[in-house]
C-alpha cells in the first residue's frame, strides 16, 4: 500500500525519529551580544525544523572576566574532545566559524 494510501486511509505513520546536531561553538557568548543572539536563533530554528541541538561551548563566556589565551585554548581543546567522544551519536555538527575548530572538522571528514 502506498504512504498516500495508507494517510487517505487514516493510517498513521511510524513517529520519525529526530535527527541530532552538534553546534560547535568556540567563541564565548554572554547574553546581551550579538553572536549570543546569533548562536541562539540558529538552534531555535534547527529545533523548530525537528532537529535535536546539542551546544558545545567554552565554559570561559560564563564570567564577566576576560579569559587568557591559554586558558582559551584549553577550553577550545576540552569543548572539542566532548564533542568528538559524541561524534558517532548525530547525524550532523554545525560548526559556527572559528579557525580554532579546524580539528573538528578535519577529524569529522566530509558529510556521509
Do not use: N
Amino acid at each position: 500500500m502506498s504512504a498516500r494510501m495508507q494517510h487517505e486511509k487514516g493510517e498513521r505513520e511510524a513517529p520519525r525519529r529526530k535527527k541530532r546536531v552538534a553546534y560547535l561553538c568556540l567563541q564565548a557568548t554572554q547574553e546581551g551580544q550579538a553572536s549570543h543572539a546569533h548562536v541562539h536563533e540558529i538552534i531555535h530554528g534547527l529545533r523548530k525544523r525537528g532537529w535535536r541541538v546539542r551546544l558545545f561551548e567554552p565554559l570561559y563566556g560564563l564570567t564577566d572576566l576576560p579569559a587568557r589565551a591559554l586558558k582559551r585554548a584549553v577550553e577550545f581543546l576540552w569543548v572539542q574532545l566532548a564533542l568528538l567522544s559524541r561524534i558517532f551519536s548525530v547525524e550532523a555538527i554545525y560548526i559556527r566559524r572559528y579557525v580554532a575548530a579546524f580539528p573538528t572538522a578535519v577529524l569529522r571528514g566530509p558529510s556521509r
